[in-house]
């Protein structure tokens, strides 16, 4: 009987393990999403007006053949 109560004991303390795991690090995840999106929005505030000019240009020298 306590073979049984040892094994119910340590599955019962792997399955709260796994349970703790997977919350993971919430407030970790949502700093990280927000710096990209600081990111982003910083790069496409530099290089936008950049790629739009190249873009234009493209478009020029396409539809001036």
Same mark, same amino acid.
């Given at each position: 009987?306590? =073979?049984?109560?040892?094994? &119910?004991?340590?599955?019962?303390? &792997? @399955?709260?393990? =796994?349970? #703790?795991? #997977?919350r993971g690090?919430?407030?970790?995840?949502? $700093?990280?999403? @927000?710096?990209? *999106?600081? @990111?982003? &929005? =910083?790069?496409?505030?530099?290089?936008?007006?950049? $790629?739009?000019? @190249?873009? #234009?240009? *493209?478009? #020029?020298?396409?539809?001036? =053949?």
């Open positions: 009987m306590t =073979l049984i109560h040892d094994a &119910v004991d340590r599955v019962r303390t &792997v @399955l709260q393990d =796994l349970d #703790e795991d #997977e690090d919430v407030p970790g995840w949502v $700093l990280i999403t @927000l710096m990209t *999106a600081g @990111l982003v &929005v =910083l790069i496409w505030a530099v290089a936008g007006p950049a $790629l739009a000019g @190249l873009f #234009e240009q *493209a478009i #020029e020298r396409v539809s001036g =053949l």
